[in-house]
């Protein structure tokens, strides 16, 4: 496998471990696909892209589905912190380290 194509791969399974940990946030709030595009101005075809893992959506958007789940900044601290992690221990092991830290920080908002 070419570098290209395993680096592919490695962004496709970190997106969709995200794509998963925003619809759990999603769930978790009781909001429905509809009300959350309402809610960020996006359609709901766009938030199916971002919980699936769609890679093509921009942060920009990411960042305004989080807002409407109230999670935007809390994305925005752990994000940097992971960009600090992986600038120490570059790798997958440090993207997922991070998306764990998301998670925990997302879910523990809801409580």
Do not use: H
């Not at 794509?19 to 946030?25: A, C, D, L, N, Q």
């Not at 699936?52 to 305004?64: E, H, N, Q, R, Y």
């Amino acid at each position: 496998m070419s570098k290209r194509a395993n680096k592919d791969q490695e962004t496709a399974k970190a997106m969709a471990k995200a794509g998963r940990v925003f619809r759990e946030r999603r769930e978790a709030l009781r909001i429905s696909f509809e009300k959350a595009a309402t809610v960020s101005g996006l359609s709901p075809g766009t938030i199916r892209r971002i919980e699936l893992g769609d890679s093509g959506v921009s942060i920009g958007v990411l960042v305004s589905y989080l807002n409407a789940l109230g999670a935007g900044s809390l994305f925005l601290d752990a994000l940097s912190g992971v960009m600090k992690a992986a600038a120490r221990s570059p790798g997958e092991e440090a993207f997922a380290a991070g998306i764990a830290e998301i998670r925990q920080k997302m879910l523990s908002e809801r409580m």
